[in-house]
């Protein structure tokens, strides 16, 4: 029975989760495509200016998530991510439909807006649902919604580009997260004991042990003692800079593979695609070891280090050797998305769930400034300079700092988690 408890919270509720998360991740991340396919050249867009309207996603991001977080840990996680489906679907495929360059730009900040609460409402979610000793899997395979949608937008947005242009692209890859609004709406409760899948026993044996969880952290006030506590600091601080180094990536990788070679779009969408191939797979190897010894940071700063060390690598290259640039970033694609699930572990194992998804909010909001920084200084220096050299120097040194500072984070000493949880670690 216990065993069936667990197989079946994976199996019923992480596919509704990664799915959700891929169209967020879908609708953010196309536009790198748009702008590879002529988007600049069709509305008059300059190249410092493509570079702002890229990162305007982040700051509505930023401003966002918060209230977002607050708002789905006091009242409804289904709630408030059923209307950011519907919004986000509608904002994405209205992209396609603009006609001038402010439009454009209102469009991405509020993508960002409508898209800000979600991570951190999945995360709160997956808390509702899942135990530390589970908890960094969890995360994984909420966070592969990232690469895993990039690794087939890239083959099927190149396609879509080159068969019918960047509106049309926009346009079908919006309709999808307002289909799955529905889905979601139907298929989702926010508690363990809102559903009819589960018997009474193990709702209240799941309760219990992550009431037993809760007991072992020391308790916090209030958002304001949680967001002073030395450790959430300096994790905003290491988000705001591993955003620098995922985001500049992610955004410009196709204007990056297509500006540096004479392939055509599909060409590029497949080059595109393989970084996060190798992503997918070092994100659920570090997730399952990090689970399994128990540990987080261990699993966080040595896959930001090897990224640091790709992308100098890469600078130290120049543009004349693209194959061997070309590998070097596929490296650091991977070693940049490996440790998500082990860092948003952290949080909840050292703040209490009365303000853990807040500061899980204020983590990724700074990680939005972050990534807004990334997107806006890497597509300005490729701009400026003709050469992706200065960028990769760039998201290196960002790396590099991101794993200073979590090499300096001090999370509080981990407890023995109390054997009621031994029944639930059955996946």
Same mark, same amino acid.
């Given at each position: 029975? *216990? ?16 799915? *959700? ?10 536009? @790198? ?20 309207? @890229? ?65 951190? #409402? ?52 919006? #309709? ?164 998500? @699930? ?16 807040? #500061? ?39 790396? #590099? ?8 984070v001090k999370p509080q000493p981990l407890t023995n988690a109390p054997t009621l ?7």
């Amino acid at each position: 029975m *216990t065993s069936s408890l667990a197989i079946r919270r994976w199996w019923t509720i992480m596919p509704i989760v990664f799915i *959700t998360y891929s169209l967020a991740y879908l609708d953010r991340a196309n536009f @790198g495509f748009a702008s590879a396919a002529g988007i600049n050249q069709d509305l008059g867009i300059s190249k410092g200016l493509s570079s702002l309207i @890229g990162a305007l996603f982040f700051l509505g991001y930023f401003f966002f998530q918060i209230p977002g977080a607050i708002y789905a840990e006091r009242r409804s996680v289904k709630k408030l991510v059923f209307w950011s489906l519907i919004l986000w679907g509608g904002c994405a495929a209205l992209t396609g439909m603009v006609s001038n360059i402010a439009s454009l730009m209102v469009i991405r900040f509020l993508l960002g807006v409508v898209e800000a609460a979600v991570m951190p #409402a999945m995360l709160i979610f997956i808390s509702n649902w899942f135990t530390k000793s589970e908890r960094s899997r969890a995360n994984t395979f909420l966070i592969l919604g990232n690469p895993v949608t990039v690794l087939w937008m890239s083959v099927v947005s190149g396609y879509l580009v080159h068969s019918l242009g960047w509106r049309q692209m926009f346009i079908v890859e919006g #309709a999808p997260a307002i289909i799955w609004a529905i889905c979601w709406w139907f298929l989702v409760q926010d508690k363990p004991q809102q559903v009819a899948w589960l018997t009474q026993q193990e709702k209240d044996q799941l309760a219990q042990t992550l009431r037993a969880e809760q007991a072992a952290i020391k308790p916090v006030r209030n958002y304001g003692e949680a967001f002073r506590t030395p450790a959430v600091i300096k994790l905003c601080a290491q988000y705001f800079c591993w955003s620098i180094g995922v985001y500049g990536f992610v955004l410009w990788l196709p204007s990056i593979l297509k500006n540096g070679s004479t392939l055509g779009m599909v060409e590029t969408g497949w080059l595109s695609a393989l970084p996060y191939l190798a992503a997918t797979i070092a994100m659920l190897a570090a997730s399952w070891a990090s689970d399994k010894l128990n540990r987080r940071k261990v699993f966080v700063w040595p896959f930001l280090l090897v990224g640091a060390v790709a992308f100098a690598a890469s600078y130290a290259l120049g543009s004349t050797h693209f194959w061997l640039s070309y590998a070097l970033l596929v490296i650091a694609g991977g070693a940049m998305y490996a440790p998500y @699930g082990p860092f948003f572990a952290i949080v909840p194992e050292l703040l209490p769930k009365n303000v853990a998804g807040g #500061a899980m909010a204020l983590i990724n909001s700074m990680g939005a400034l972050g990534s807004f920084v990334g997107s806006y200084v890497v597509g300005y220096l490729n701009g400026a300079t003709g050469s992706p050299s200065a960028s990769y120097a760039f998201m290196s040194v960002a790396l #590099a700092a991101a794993v200073i500072l979590t090499l300096i984070v001090k999370p509080q000493p981990l407890t023995n988690a109390p054997t009621l949880a031994t029944p639930l670690q059955g996946k």
